[in-house]
């Protein structure tokens, strides 16, 4: 059975830094795209970054470019966000996801709290 744990969330001030870390079990990461997701309340779940296989290509959001940081250690079979910087409006749950073609993961996600 599959299954990504991701753990790290919590409440922090505006400015502080949070790092998000997603673990993997039943699935072996080395060949998948890995990514973070996040859904505030009342708004749809949006990619936030994401890295192919090898790590050498990595997308971030505009909103996040130049703050957050993607991260994946193959041999751990973990995929990390770093997240500096933050800011109310990165207030949401967070969700760690996994995909090769047609083979998709989530995580249960991990809340982030961004007090002003």
């Known amino acids: 059975q599959v299954q990504l744990v991701e753990s790290g969330g919590g409440l922090v001030q505006a400015g502080g830094s949070l790092r998000l870390s997603c673990a993997a079990s039943g699935v072996t990461f080395t060949t998948y795209n890995l990514g973070w997701f996040r859904q505030a309340p009342g708004k749809e779940r949006e990619s936030v970054a994401n890295?192919?296989?090898?790590?050498?290509?990595?997308y971030y959001a505009d909103s996040v470019k130049g703050r957050f940081t993607i991260s994946r250690d193959n041999a751990k079979n973990t995929v990390v966000l770093q997240m500096n910087n933050l800011e109310p409006e990165d207030t949401a749950v967070y969700y760690c996801?996994?995909?090769?073609?047609?083979?998709?993961?989530w995580g249960q996600g991990t809340q982030v709290t961004v007090s002003s």
């Open positions: 996801n996994a995909k090769l073609g047609a083979r998709e993961y």
């Open positions: 890295t192919n296989y090898s790590g050498r290509n990595t």
